[in-house]
């Protein structure tokens, strides 16, 4: 099994929370970015609660 741990990316628009999460599980990040988007509209924008508390408590990634 595979050690990874999900971290905050470099890949990133704001934080890196959705390259982070996108690394993480292999998959492309422009589809997590859409993804979390139509979610955050569809849940009365408490997406975006659940993103600055992603972002405050990911560690940051190897690279920076």
Known sequence: M???KLTLSNDRM????CGGIAEYFGW???L???FYALATVFTAFSGT???LVL???M???ERY
């Open 2 to 4: 595979e050690n990874r």
């Open 14 to 17: 704001i934080a890196g929370v």
């Open 28 to 30: 492309e990040p422009t």
């Open 32 to 34: 997590v970015r859409i």
């Open 49 to 51: 609660f659940v993103y």
């Open 55 to 57: 972002w405050i408590i």
């Open 59 to 61: 560690p940051r990634g």
